[in-house]
T-cell receptor
């Protein structure tokens, strides 16, 4: 079974540019989550999709961030325009059930390291 | 709101030493508690979990006990190995909530 795939693994962009991160969840997983870890601090929740719908987007920092999951498969997270404080590692995770359990654990991708200069 | 506070790192130990990484939490109700680990170049993996007070989660020689009276979930291992070098995250999920709340992570380095 393929795991959660994220790309790119690294991205270096200049302030003001646009970057799009992609996450491919495990096939069949309706639930997809985005998290972010900034500058060695805690990992923070960004948003949660159930299929193509945004279930909870309370963690999105501002309107420069746009997440989509067209067709309920892969998801993209676009940052436009990027600011210095957006630098960090962006993690994607997926699960089969809404509330992860022993039968439906939460699987994380390796993350995308974003550096804004 | 819910929050998790972890012992600050980095932590450096010699092989076979005893490990404790402290974790305390603030939450309403009865959250589920987790330890995740991120090995170099990899994603987050669930290490262990506990879903109610006094439960003990264990995996790969690591243990953590859900202590409601002290709101803690400290991670312990009796004898660490070089392969345990990683970043460890304590996390919780509230009842009825799907999202995880993480601590800031503790980088652990084990020297041979």
């Amino acid at each position: 079974e393929a795991g959660v795939t994220q790309f790119p693994s690294h991205s270096v962009i200049e302030k003001g540019q646009t970057v799009t991160l992609r996450c491919d969840p495990i096939s069949g997983h309706d639930n997809l989550y985005w998290y972010r870890r900034v500058m060695g601090k805690e990992i923070k929740f960004l948003l949660h999709f159930v299929k193509e719908s945004k279930q909870d987007e309370s963690g999105m920092p501002n309107n420069r961030f746009l997440a989509e999951r067209t067709g309920g498969t892969y998801s993209t997270l676009k940052v436009q325009p990027a600011e210095l404080e957006d630098s960090g590692v962006y993690f994607c995770a997926s699960s089969q059930e809404v509330r992860p359990s022993d039968n439906s654990p939460l699987h994380f991708g390796n993350g995308t390291r974003l550096t804004v200069t | 709101g819910n929050s998790v506070t972890q012992m600050e790192g980095p932590v450096t130990l010699s092989e076979e030493a005893f490990l404790t990484i402290n974790c305390t939490y603030t939450a309403t109700g009865y959250p589920s508690l987790f330890w995740y680990v991120q090995y170099p170049g990899e994603g987050l993996q669930l290490l262990l979990k506990a879903t109610k007070a006094d439960d003990k989660g264990s995996n790969k020689g690591f243990e953590a006990t859900y202590r409601k009276e002290t709101t803690s979930f400290h991670l312990e291992k009796g004898s660490v190995q070089v392969s345990d070098s990683a970043v460890y995250f304590c996390a919780l999920s509230g009842r009825g909530a799907q999202k995880l709340v993480f601590g800031q992570g503790t980088r652990l380095t084990i020297n041979p």
